[in-house]
């Protein structure tokens, strides 16, 4: 008679790398209960309590994301995705120079509804860290799409590069840090736009 088999332990115990289909399951789970933690919370948020939520381990947590700047960084990715694909419906439905500010508005209320990361947002910002190829070039596609609308409808200046735009937005957001008043955001985000005006061109 053959002795039993050992029980099978779980990769939360042992240390052992979980299956691809686990370790994404896993991710997904984190990242929904941080986007839910993140999106509620007033402070910081501790991350025992996210993979409290999520259902796992807190090693579990680092070893998809070995910082909080990385969780950080991905819940503001995945949320990102609603705001970063409006250009075209706001263009459908506003003039080049309007859907611009209207898309900033929509980034600004964004920004906004992450109180709990909103300080990790700005440190990012400010190291460079968040302005990764992936997160940047999504807010800059956007931007161009609404910027090559703008040029050709004469709406906007010939000589705006999106990627000056990109840096504009995300430098009221870092300057407004402190503050953060909406009064304030809104009228640097109108000084944004009247700047990629043309000459004479109306206002918003």
């Known amino acids: 008679m053959s002795p039993p088999e050992p029980a099978p332990r ?4 042992d240390g052992a790398r979980p299956g691809r289909s686990d370790a994404r399951r896993n991710r997904e789970k984190l990242l929904a209960a941080a ?5 509620a919370a007033d402070g910081t948020v501790a991350l025992e309590s996210i ?8 090693g579990t ?3 998809h994301f070995p910082t909080r700047e990385d969780l950080v960084e991905a819940v503001y990715a995945a949320e990102l995705d609603d705001v970063a694909t409006s250009a075209p419906a706001l263009l459908a439905k506003f003039p080049p120079d309007v859907a611009l500010r ?15 990361i909103a300080d990790a947002l700005c440190a990012g910002f400010a190291s460079g860290r968040m302005a990764t190829p992936r997160t940047r070039e999504r807010i800059t596609a956007a931007i161009a799409t609404i910027v090559d609308a703008g040029v050709k409808a004469g709406s906007l200046r010939a000589d705006v590069e ?16 402190a503050s953060n008043t909406p009064e304030q955001i809104n009228r640097l985000l109108g000084l944004v ?9 109306s206002g918003a």
């Open 10 to 13: 779980s990769a939360e115990t």
């Open 35 to 39: 986007r839910a933690a993140f999106g």
């Open 51 to 58: 993979a409290r939520d999520a259902g796992v381990g807190i």
């Open 61 to 63: 947590l680092y070893r």
């Open 102 to 116: 209207a898309w900033m508005d929509r980034y600004a209320a964004f920004i906004a509804a992450k109180r709990g």
């Open 162 to 177: 999106a990627e000056d735009v990109t840096a504009m937005v995300l430098g009221v957001f870092l300057s407004t840090a």
């Open 193 to 201: 736009v009247d700047s990629v005006r043309p000459l004479g061109g």
